[in-house]
């Protein structure tokens, strides 16, 4: 196997570690705070470094948008692979959703962008849109193999149930993140996990998990 030479290693790690801060940056003040300047004083960089990764304001929001998304499915859906599919991998999925919106300071990151960017034509609204869509599809694919495994009814709209839920976590966001209602915690996961129970069938109620796990506390980033 070939080396891979210092500097390249060393120009991935750097990446990395903007693409960390930037969407702690912008989950916490907007995409559109996030400026080459902004993250370069956020990290105690030059400009010219961050230049050197990222040539504009714009390719420094779409590989934030990138980083924010590779980061959901780390803290989202990952968790969930290895478990076993219907119910039991939809009830996880559901509480990894809002264990992440409320451990990380600014709450959702694609909630926070989408409210900047929903009327604002352009790639980062085609971008955000294109995320969004794909995470709410994911999410009617896991209602729909729950079906399947005969742990929720067969006339169950996955559709209209995933939209429920998105609504939901749209609630909870701003409920955290406006008026700093920690009580919104538990309520958007009795919420979520009393719309599922209601459309199991007895095999299904079987294997959940006993009903929504405590909240946790809401953890601020450095």
């Known amino acids: 196997m070939t080396d891979v030479p210092a500097h390249i290693l060393r120009g991935q790690e750097t990446r990395r ?34 230049l050197g990764h990222y040539a504009s304001k714009e390719t420094l929001q779409l590989a934030t948008l990138a ?11 990952a968790p969930t692979v290895d478990l076993p599919p219907g119910i039991v991998r939809l009830e996880r ?13 600014g709450g959702c990151f694609f909630a926070s ?19 969004l869509r794909h995470w709410v599809k994911g999410l009617s694919a896991v209602i729909e193999e729950a079906k399947e495994h005969r742990h929720l009814r067969a006339d169950v709209d996955s559709s209209q149930v995933a939209f429920e839920l998105h609504g939901v976590e749209l ?12 009580a919104a915690i538990s309520r958007a996961r009795r919420a979520m996990h009393e719309r ?16 929504p796990r405590p909240s946790k506390p809401k953890r601020r980033s450095p």
């Open 67 to 77: 980083a924010g998304r590779e980061r959901f499915i780390e803290d989202v859906v």
């Open 171 to 182: 609630a909870l966001n701003l409920r955290l993140q406006l008026f700093d209602e920690k």
């Open 93 to 105: 999925l559901l509480d990894g959703w809002i264990d992440q919106i409320s451990e990380v300071a």
């Open 17 to 50: 570690r903007i693409m960390r801060r930037a969407v702690d940056v912008a989950t916490r003040e907007g995409l559109e705070a996030l400026t080459i300047g902004r993250v370069a004083k956020a990290m105690g960089l030059s400009k010219a470094t961050i």
């Open 113 to 131: 962008v989408a409210a900047e960017f929903d009327a604002r034509p352009g790639p980062i609204r085609d971008e955000t849109r294109k995320i």
């Open 196 to 211: 599922i129970r209601s459309c199991a069938t007895a095999t299904g109620r079987r294997h959940m998990a006993g009903g």
